[in-house]
């Protein structure tokens, strides 16, 4: 008797997620290298953090697959891509990153949906708020270095920023979550 509460379809499509989440992390890593490599040592730790966060992503597919009884398949994770041509390149590259990610986390979706897979469906919703999270986050730091000049920044704008994000918290706070009491 088979105890895998997981389809075929949905394990190799959970199984293929989780080395996304694998290949985001290698992606920002590779990121935050350059950026440190370049001197933006504030930059570089908010990547570095980051990598680390997509990494955890990775492992709750990883034990949510398991919980399921299916198969775990670890893959080999491709390479990075190229290096960024500039700081403004660097963000936008991770603003887009986050937006297939978006889209390949709403394939997901769908496909619980099409199945009746409801604790899959159930499952993929943290990950739908998570990729709003991250999206407000990328797009934040984008309008800063836009407002810094975006490929033309100035080193002394760069410089401010690189500090400022030394510290920041990883999290972006949500636009929705305002309140009159708490804007
Ligand atoms: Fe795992 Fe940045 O999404």
């Not at 990121?31 to 730790?45: F, I, P, Q, S």
């Not at 680390?52 to 893959?75: D, P, T």
């Not at 991250?134 to 033309?152: F, S, Y």
């Amino acid at each position: 008797m088979s105890t895998n509460r997981l389809s075929d379809g949905m394990a190799a499509a959970l199984n293929a997620q989780m080395t996304k989440e694998a290949h985001a992390a290698q992606i920002y890593l590779a990121y935050a290298a350059w950026l440190d490599d370049k001197g933006y040592d504030g930059m570089a730790n908010f990547l570095f953090r980051h990598a680390h966060e997509e990494r955890n992503h990775m492992m709750k597919f990883l034990e949510y697959i398991l919980q399921r009884g299916a198969k775990v398949r670890i893959e080999a994770i491709p390479a990075p891509g190229e290096e960024p041509k500039n700081v403004n390149d660097c963000f936008e590259k991770f603003f887009q990153q986050e937006v297939d990610n978006t889209q390949a986390i709403y394939m997901l979706v769908k496909k619980s949906f099409d199945e009746g897979d409801w604790a899959t469906w159930h499952f993929l919703q943290w990950f739908v708020k998570e990729q709003v999270e991250e999206e407000t986050l990328a797009m934040n730091l984008l309008d800063r270095i836009k407002i810094a000049g975006g490929e033309k920044a100035s080193n002394d704008a760069l410089y401010v920023l690189d500090r400022d994000l030394k510290d920041e918290p990883d999290e972006a706070e949500l636009a929705q979550e305002a309140t009159a009491e708490n804007p």
